[in-house]
């Protein structure tokens, strides 16, 4: 009966030994950049891990006064570029940890 114990502290033990490495890998990639841009890079947006927009740059070719929603499709697209990067790194981690887990 006691044996089972043993077996259970050392798991609780793996657990949090898992949850600082996540903790710190988490740290990093918050303080990464990601950068996304729009087809033909005419906007580049950088964010950083916490999802915090930290730059944008915008070719001067894509500010069309007589076409403002071109522009507006092209930062949507450098923003979700991005973000997904962002969404991609976290799931990665993720799995990295909880590949050994039950389901």
Do not use: C, H, W
């Not at 915090?52 to 894509?62: N, R």
């Not at 949507?76 to 976290?90: F, K």
């Amino acid at each position: 009966m006691m044996r089972g114990m043993g077996n259970m502290n050392n798991m609780m033990k793996q657990m949090k030994k898992m949850e600082k490495q996540l903790a710190e890998e988490q740290k990093v990639m918050e303080a990464k950049d990601f950068t996304g841009a729009s087809p033909d890079d005419m906007v580049k947006v950088t964010f950083t891990g916490k999802r915090v927009m930290t730059d944008m740059t915008i070719d001067p070719k894509a500010i069309d006064p007589d076409d403002p929603d071109m522009l507006s499709d092209l930062v949507l697209a450098a923003v979700n570029d991005a973000l997904g990067q962002i969404d991609d790194e976290g799931k990665q981690t993720l799995n990295k940890y909880s590949n050994g887990l039950p389901k």
